[in-house]
């Protein structure tokens, strides 16, 4: 079988079984796993790109997912004017004093001599630039999150078109990466996940607990919908939707559901395409073949005149945007913002399981890997209890082994994880769809 014939064959039985789940349970199943399969497969893309590309041991995943979801909040949600009045400027100011003082530091650790009057100098600014950031913080924040808690208490968004956020997402996870990149990046490889898993838990633990900025664990609700996405309602409206239902035989609610996720699946498609193609193009330039030189060897890549730091940065930052472009989809998907589900542990690990899958350095492979991992994410959970229901149905009830089997059925998930890697990397190392 050739390679294209083989990759044809294994996207259309991926779509053949969501095809399945919409024919034997319902076809709102079917499409809500399209849309999480695309997003999925997005950030396996942009994992990919660092890991595929460079050979950058990223664990940070879900800290740039998290401030891809962040940048939905600032971008879409409409400004709280009551905060704002009570202690917004003050918490700019506040920002802005802590952002000054980093920067102060710095200037005096490059412009002086080494020794003691560096440090004393040191120091002194960091620590008068602390006493002032804490002045202005604490009492503006006290204010911000006083401000109706039940339902507001931060500062709120700029109130535009949710779809500006996903761009914005990405520019808020690349910023970030850059940060990471300029710091980390210089460890070996062991010790860059090391560090990117500590980053992001970092994040998630700042979005969880400033609630000034999104209201940390009392999550962030109403997050509005693309313009070209109605609510149920509207479409339920409207005599042509009527029409056709009736024309289908179906019932208008359920139908409004399907129609609404069929155009999220459109919209994330078309992000999806955009992006493989620029990345497909990138891989297969010039730039795309220094990196993979880079990849595996740098040292005779760094003699070859290649800046392997610059190239590292480039890359790292690239990944995680796109990483943080599918956070800001998620959370417009999900139409809220809630940082405790964000485990950098737990949903770090399935993406990485979906680009060794799929198949590292292959961009196709990755997308591929999204889909099948996240497929198998969701149907596990309701196939568990099925599968053991019906080969412990010949031991009586209330059997100790039975009981046992029915328990563990919760567990599926994490054992099919585990039973899929360890298939493809004893049969398919390099993955479903390897690199060429």
Known sequence: MSINVKNIFLFAAIFGLIAAVGIIQSWSVAFAILNLGLISALMSLGVNM??????????????????????????????????????????????????????????????????????????????????????????????????????????????????????????????????????????????????????????????????????????????????????????????????????????????????VKLLYAALFTVVLLVILWMAEMALKSPWGRMMRAIRDNEVAAEAMGKDVTARHLQIFVLGSAVIGIAGAMLTTLDGQLTPGTYNPLRFTFLIWVMVIVGGSGNNWGAILGGFLIWFLWVEVEALGPMLMEFFTFWLPDGNPVREHLMKSAAHMRLLTMGVILLLVLRFSPRGLIPEK
């Open 50 to 259: 660092q890991w595929g590309y460079a050979g950058l041991f990223n664990v940070g995943t879900m800290g740039f997912v998290a401030l891809g979801g962040l940048a939905t909040v600032l971008v879409a949600m409409p400004p709280v004017k009551e905060a704002w009045a009570a202690g917004g400027l003050r918490m700019m100011g506040a920002l802005v004093v802590g952002a000054l003082t980093i920067l102060a530091g710095r200037l005096v650790w490059q412009r002086m001599a080494p020794g003691r009057k560096r440090g004393l100098a040191l120091g002194a600014v960091l620590i008068v630039g602390f006493v002032v950031y804490r002045w202005l913080y604490v009492p503006a924040a006290n204010a911000i999150e006083s401000i109706n808690p039940a339902s507001t208490g931060y500062l709120g968004g700029l109130d535009l078109e949710v779809l500006i956020a996903w761009p914005v997402g990405g520019l808020l996870a690349a910023g970030a990466a850059w940060i990471v990149a300029k710091t980390a990046l210089g460890l070996r490889s062991d010790y860059l996940a090391i560090a990117t898993l500590g980053i992001a838990e970092i994040i998630v633990a700042v979005m969880k607990n400033e609630e000034w900025l999104d209201r940390g664990v009392k999550n962030v609700i109403g997050i509005p919908r693309p313009f070209v996405v109605p609510y149920e309602v509207e479409i339920q409206q409207q005599p042509w939707f009527l029409d056709m239902a009736s024309g289908l035989g179906t019932d208008p609610v359920s139908l409004s559901s399907i129609w």
